[in-house]
């Protein structure tokens, strides 16, 4: 079975699918439009689904085949607050202050989904052997929906896992990511008159306010690698002569490895504590949710590099060229060819034209000791079973991620063409290993290595609900 144009002759209902998740643009948790939706087509091209898994509401598996091996793909479908916005290459949002598929997560669970598909098509005819999983994976964005399923049990059986993330450049996956945690400091103290008799109480916004200091004054004193970023979401209310009795901040920490970010959480802790003291109040930790580092697997890497390289990456017509100009006349300037370099070495210079503003060649297939400054939740899949993940082009070279500009790609022909080759490639690599258990058992040899050599260790502590 050819895969590729399988999924060529099928391109329209995904495309109509994609655009339908991304008008649903639904939040973290919420996605019940955008899940009910793909779980109802899997279900009716024959998979078997079960809903709300792990706990989650949105979260699924949809199966299809028997026996081993199990290849797992991953897909997401959560939207991000404030983005709303038409698929044109101006600022217009559809709702004003909606929301918006800002990472292309309308694209990643539909490539996902449509993969899954021809993988199945292919195991009807013989061309491929096992079972093929696609996992419905909510909240990638503030949720961590992905380490709750690791967590819950919900990979256990799984052999192996692909997936993709729509970026503005094609090429495998090949450095590493931040760890991070995100935890809650909520301060009690005591109400009083703020004239009559301030005395009397202790103030929970002042304790928020020393902890940030505190914090500001530890960043020099942390790897470079590491960030810190906190907001107050609770500033003690809105009355200034009543002394605030409970005031709350969220930290996101993140350092190249889990550990790393362990350390200092344990310094920012001693800090919250410190602001607690010198302010007479109590200080709570409320835990919310962890990310892991990725582990990656060079086997896998290698098998999805040469399915990006036999596929072919798309080409783009005058009108998409024209939309990515105008697109990239309203982003800000950035570095994206110094970015690629460290990501895929010297050989990417001579891969982006001084003019370029769709980006259509596949990078080299390298790993660098680089790490990328973001997160993703696959992180802790990659560390239970092995796990091998492509980007594509979905957006003009200068987009920023987490933006309308990406929003307006995401509903329209460069995000399709993009989903649509990530689709290709990550059935493609699944009917590799599904036909070359030699390969399958190189992988599984190498993460076992790895495993050994630094054992997993989840970033969510027990009893930690998702929402
Ligand atoms: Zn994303």
């Known amino acids: 079975m050819n895969i590729p144009e399988w999924i060529e002759a099928n391109k329209k209902s995904f495309i109509e699918l994609s655009d339908q ?5 639904e939040l973290g948790f919420t996605e019940q439009r955008s899940s009910g939706l793909l779980e ?17 509401p949105t979260a699924f598996v949809a199966s299809y085949g028997t026996g081993k091996p199990i290849v797992a793909i991953l897909g997401e479908y959560d939207a991000l607050p404030g983005l709303s916005q038409e698929a044109v290459p101006y600022l217009k949002p559809r709702q004003e202050g909606g929301n918006g598929h800002g990472c292309g997560h309308n694209l990643l669970g539909v490539a996902g989904l449509a993969a899954a598909q021809a993988v199945k098509e292919a195991i009807c005819l013989g061309d491929a052997k096992g079972t093929v999983r ?23 059986d799984v052999d192996l896992s692909l997936c993709w993330h729509p970026d503005v450049y094609n090429g495998i996956v090949g450095v590493n990511v931040l760890a991070n945690i995100k935890v809650n400091f909520r301060f009690h103290g005591k109400a009083a008159h703020a004239a009559y008799d301030p005395y009397n109480g202790r103030s929970a916004l002042d304790a928020v306010e020393l902890m940030n200091v505190g914090a500001n004054y530890l960043r020099e004193h942390l790897i470079p690698d590491a960030r810190i970023h906190y907001v107050i979401t ?3 209310g809105s009355a200034a002569n009543v002394v605030p009795p409970l005031a709350e901040s969220q930290y996101i920490l993140r350092a190249p490895l889990l550990q790393q970010v362990n350390e200092i959480y344990q310094r920012v802790m001693d ?20 990310m892991s580092n990725l582990l990656l697997n060079d086997t896998i890497t290698d098998v999805l590099y040469e399915k990006m390289i036999q596929v072919g990456p798309p080409e783009y017509d005058q009108q998409e060229i024209e939309f990515a100009r105008q697109i990239s006349t309203t982003c800000p300037q950035s570095d994206m060819t110094g970015l690629l370099i460290k990501m895929y070495g ?3 210079r001579a891969l982006v034209p001084q003019d370029a503003v769709l980006l259509s060649p596949v990078m080299p297939n390298v790993q660098m000791d680089f790490v990328a400054p973001g997160s993703t939740d696959v992180g802790d899949v990659s560390w239970v ?7 594509t082009t979905c957006a003009a070279l200068n987009t920023p991620s987490h933006s309308w500009q990406i929003v307006a790609q995401s509903g329209m022909s460069i995000g399709h063409k993009g989903m649509l080759y990530a689709g290709k490639v990550m059935a493609l690599a699944a009917q590799e290993f599904m036909t070359h258990p030699e390969r399958l058992k190189e992988a599984r040899d190498e993460f076992e290595r790895k495993i050994k050599a630094t054992p997993y260790q989840c970033p969510i502590p027990d ?4 929402f």
């Open 21 to 25: 998740v991304w008008q649903f643009a």
């Open 40 to 56: 109802a087509v899997l279900e009716e091209s024959g998979f078997e689904v079960q809903r709300g898994i792990a706990n989650i």
């Open 134 to 156: 696609y996992y419905g994976c909510p909240a990638e964005e503030n949720g961590s929906g992905k380490t709750f399923m690791v967590k819950a049990g919900t990979f256990k």
């Open 234 to 236: 609770n500033g003690g």
């Open 271 to 290: 800090v919250a504590r410190g602001a607690a003291l010198m302010t007479g109040t109590e200080v709570e930790f409320i835990f919310q949710k962890g």
């Open 346 to 348: 010297k050989e990417a």
């Open 385 to 391: 079973i092995p796990t091998g993940q492509i980007e």
């Open 463 to 466: 009893g930690v609900q998702p």
